[in-house]
């Protein structure tokens, strides 16, 4: 009987942390608060207004949980939309990103891809 109950515990705290992590997910699709983490994070965007990184320079389609991480090395108008989606490796196969998304570098306009 304690199997069961162990059980039933471990499928409940694996279903909280599935929700937790597509809230977190969810929660970071949010052009804004990708803005203000650039803002605090990237050298490049420290001294752009919040609202500016995210309305010029946060680009493209989001990716959530489908593109693909760092290959052979170990639709609201708020919310970002898309670059490929996912990479195939030699070494590591498939790996998948939680969030992806394009940015534009303020000074020099060069294309910029983040992910995480």
């Known amino acids: 009987m304690n199997i069961n109950t162990t059980i039933a515990k471990n499928i409940c705290?694996?279903?909280e942390k599935a929700g937790y992590d597509a809230a977190c997910k969810r929660l970071l699709s949010e052009k804004i608060i990708l803005a203000w983490i650039m803002k605090n994070c990237l050298e490049e965007y420290r001294d752009c207004n919040v609202d500016e990184i995210?309305?010029?320079?946060?680009?493209?389609?989001?990716?959530?949980?489908?593109?693909?991480?760092?290959?052979?090395?170990?639709?609201?108008?708020?919310?970002?939309?898309?670059?490929?989606?996912?990479?195939?490796?030699?070494?590591?196969?498939?790996?998948?990103?939680?969030?992806?998304?394009?940015?534009?570098?303020?000074?020099?306009?060069e294309s910029i891809t983040a992910a995480g």
């Open 13 to 15: 705290v694996a279903d």
């Open 54 to 109: 995210a309305e010029k320079y946060i680009e493209g389609t989001l990716q959530v949980g489908e593109a693909a991480v760092a290959p052979d090395v170990s639709n609201r108008i708020s919310m970002i939309q898309g670059a490929g989606n996912e990479d195939i490796s030699m070494t590591e196969g498939t790996v998948t990103y939680d969030i992806r998304f394009l940015a534009t570098a303020p000074v020099s306009g």
